[in-house]
C-alpha cells in the first residue's frame, strides 16, 4: 500500500488526483506546514528536503510531484502514462511545460495571493504579480488553442499529464484569475473537475 504525506499546495494535490484517478488503496497523512510538522519526527526523517508530497511504497520513499505521479502509474501500469514510448514522452513534454513555465507562474501568483498573507511574508510583490499575469495569459492562450482540438493535453485522452496540470489550473479560484475567457481550459477544466477521483481526492483533506 502507498502511504502519501502532504498537506492543501498544488503539489500534494497533484499525487492525490493521481492515486484517486488510478484506484490505488493508500493512505493518506496531512501534514500541516502551518505548524512546522514538515520538521518534526517521524516526517523529517524520511526526506533530505523536508517537504510534501513524500510518497511511501515499499519501505521507500519518492519526493517530488512529477517523480511520485510517474512512478505509480508505472507502478500500476496505467494507460494513464503510456507505454508507447512517444505518447508517454508527450505525457513527459505537458508535465514538464506546467513545471517550468504555466504552472510556475500560477504557483507565483497564488505564492503571493495565499501564502504570503497566511504566513506574514512580506508585501506582495507587485512587479512579480505583473510578470505572472503576463505570461499567464499568453500561455493559457496557448493551451486554449491545443484544446481547441482535443478533449486532452497529451494525446486525445486523459493522462496523468491532464490531473497535474488541473492541480496547477484550480488556483484560478483564489488569485482572482478568471478562466472563463480561455473556453477551451474551461471546458476541459469542468471535465476533469467532474470525474469522482477529484472529489474523492478533495475529501481527503482536513475540512
Request: charged fraction near 25%.
Amino acid at each position: 500500500m502507498y502511504k502519501l504525506y502532504g498537506f492543501f499546495t498544488q503539489n500534494s494535490m497533484k499525487a492525490l488526483y493521481v492515486l484517486e484517478e488510478l484506484g490505488c488503496d493508500y493512505e493518506f497523512a496531512f501534514v500541516d506546514l502551518g505548524k512546522g510538522e514538515q520538521r518534526s519526527e517521524p516526517f523529517a526523517g524520511l526526506t533530505p528536503i523536508g517537504k510534501v508530497p513524500l510518497l511511501q511504497h515499499d519501505d521507500d520513499t519518492l519526493f517530488e510531484s512529477g517523480a511520485i505521479c510517474r512512478y505509480v502509474a508505472n507502478v500500476e501500469e496505467s494507460p494513464l502514462y503510456p507505454a508507447n514510448k512517444l505518447h508517454r514522452a508527450k505525457v513527459d513534454q505537458w508535465m514538464d511545460f506546467f513545471t517550468c513555465h504555466l504552472g510556475r507562474w500560477l504557483t507565483k501568483l497564488y505564492f503571493e495571493a495565499v501564502i504570503k498573507p497566511k504566513f506574514s511574508l512580506g508585501d506582495p510583490d507587485l512587479n512579480g504579480i505583473q510578470e505572472a499575469r503576463g505570461y499567464a495569459d499568453q500561455q493559457f492562450r496557448m493551451l486554449d488553442g491545443l484544446l481547441a482540438n482535443s478533449d486532452w493535453i497529451a494525446n486525445d485522452r486523459l493522462s496523468i499529464a491532464d490531473l497535474f496540470a488541473f492541480a496547477y489550473v484550480e488556483q484560478y479560484r483564489v488569485i482572482d484569475l478568471p478562466i472563463a475567457s480561455y473556453k477551451n481550459v474551461q471546458a476541459w477544466f469542468d471535465r476533469i473537475e467532474s470525474r469522482k477521483s477529484i472529489a474523492n481526492a478533495r475529501a481527503r483533506l482536513p475540512q
